[in-house]
């Protein structure tokens, strides 16, 4: 497995790659590239650490798991690669930020923009077999990334954690609501969005957080 990451995670979690669940993960995603289809590709899999340094992470959103359809995973949660259409998660995102910003809803669901600006797009699942929705789960990749979210919220202070759907709000237990924002809500997805998704005003909200603690906002 290609695991090239930003220097500022290499260091954070170089302890984590050397524990054996991690190289059995490894060993697994290895042959799984080399015998199938799988997604994002893989110079792409630790995509959300090399779009946003741990340094510079302001606001972290949990995604499950990467799209598993032709072009759309970039490995960064919900977001697709530029040209692709927008998934119906990602719409919704996008008409909440209307809705609550004014922002009129982007022609790319490419989310590098937001990385760029200290978002972290994490998945709880870093790859997926092509058109087989939750293949990779329980392979390891869960317990790597429950690592990160604790060495986040160890480590850093005022960061803006979005934790939507039960998921998502189960992996964020760990988080110190006294040192950071958590925000939930259910899921954007189109069987959930309407019960609490839409009219939350998330995303001022955070802004409004990120503000208080001297930070510049996100221009989502």
């Known amino acids: 497995m290609i695991a090239t990451l930003d220097k500022s995670w290499e260091l954070k979690l170089q302890e984590e790659f050397k524990k054996p669940y991690f190289e059995s993960l490894s060993d697994f995603v290895t042959s799984e590239y080399a015998n199938k289809q799988i997604f994002p590709p893989q110079e792409k899999i630790f995509n959300a650490f090399n779009h946003c340094s741990f340094d510079d992470i302001k606001v972290v959103i949990i995604g499950q798991d990467p799209y598993h359809g032709d072009g759309q995973a970039n490995g960064l949660c919900f977001s697709v690669a530029d040209g692709i259409k927008q998934p119906p998660s990602l719409v919704n995102i996008f008409k909440e930020i209307e809705g609550d910003l004014g922002i009129d809803r982007p022609t790319s669901g490419n989310l590098e923009r937001w990385s760029e600006q200290g978002v972290l797009l994490l998945n709880a699942t870093l ?19 429950d690592a990160v979210i604790k060495k986040i919220a160890e480590e850093k202070e005022g960061v803006v954690f979005f934790l939507w759907g039960a998921y998502a709000q189960k992996k964020g237990k760990v988080i110190d609501t006294n040192k950071h924002l958590v925000v939930q809500s259910v899921h954007p997805s189109p069987l959930s969005a309407h019960r609490g998704f839409f009219g ?3 995303f001022s909200t955070a802004n409004d957080y990120l503000k208080s603690k001297g930070k510049s906002v996100i221009k989502w």
């Open 127 to 145: 790859t997926v077999e092509a058109h087989n929705a939750g293949s990779h789960q329980k392979k390891g990749w869960e317990k790597f990334t």
């Open 200 to 202: 939350n005003h998330q």
